[in-house]
C-alpha cells in the first residue's frame, strides 16, 4: 500500500520542451505576463529563435507572423500561439519585431538559458503538437517551405474538441477517465496531455481530484 501511495504522490513531468518568459509586445493579450509553452496545452506552438537587429531574422519573422496572422483571421488563434525568443542583449532593437503584429516576443537574458536548453541557433524554428511534443526542428535561414505550414494545419486539425477531463476522447467525462489518469500516475500507461487538468505541466493526484470534481459537479 505505502508504495502504491507514494507512486500516486510522484510527480511526471511530460513537456521537455518550455521557458518562462516575460511577454514584450504590447499588441500581444499576453503582454506582460511570464508565460510559456507549457501554459497552453492542447494548442500547436511555434517557437522561433533569432537575433531582433539581423534583417534575415526578422524576415523569417514577419513571415511566420504573417501565417499566425492568417490562423487568427481563420477563428483558429486559440489552437495555435507563436513566440519569438530573442537575446536582452539586442533589447533595443526589439521593435522590429513587435511591429504590428500579435505573437509573444521575449528576451531571453544572459546566459540565454532557454536557448542553451533548446540547443537553439539563430533562426531555428521549432513546433510543438498540442501534447507538447517536438514535431519539428529545423534552421529556416533559407526560406521557410510549404510543407512547414502543411504541418502546422496539419497538427492543429488533429487537435481534439472533447470536453476537459475527457481523458481518453471519448466524448464523455465519467470514471473511465479517472482510472485512465491514476494508470498514468502509476506508470502503467503512457501519459497523455489532456490529463493535466489544471494545466500545471504535470500529471498527479492533484489532477485526479480535479478530474473527480469536474465528474461530481464541483469543479
Known sequence: MKQILFSILITFSFAQYNFNLEDLNPSSEFYGQNIG??????????????????????????????????????????????????KDSHINNIGNWTNANESMVMADSSPFSTWNDWDASQRDLFILDAYGELQY??????????????????LISEISNS?????????????????????????????????????????????IVSLVNIILGTN
Not at 526542428?137 to 496539419?154: F, K, R, T
Not at 494508470?183 to 492533484?206: F, R
Request: hydrophobic share 40%; with cysteine; charged share 15%.
Open 163 to 207: 470536453p476537459v477531463g475527457d481523458v481518453n476522447s471519448d466524448g464523455v467525462v465519467n470514471i473511465v477517465d479517472v482510472v485512465q489518469t491514476v494508470n498514468m500516475v502509476l506508470g502503467t500507461v503512457d501519459l497523455n496531455q489532456t490529463a493535466d487538468i489544471n494545466n500545471d505541466g504535470l500529471i498527479n493526484v492533484i489532477d
Open 137 to 154: 526542428h529545423q534552421s529556416i535561414s533559407g526560406g521557410i517551405n510549404n510543407a512547414v505550414y502543411s504541418l502546422i494545419n496539419d
Open 37 to 86: 509553452p507549457e501554459d497552453f496545452s492542447n494548442e500547436v506552438r511555434i517557437v522561433y529563435f533569432g537575433y531582433y537587429y539581423w534583417g534575415i531574422c526578422t524576415a523569417r519573422f514577419g513571415e511566420l507572423n504573417e501565417f499566425y496572422q492568417q490562423l487568427i483571421s481563420d477563428g483558429l488563434g486559440d489552437k495555435v500561439k507563436l513566440f519569438g525568443i530573442g
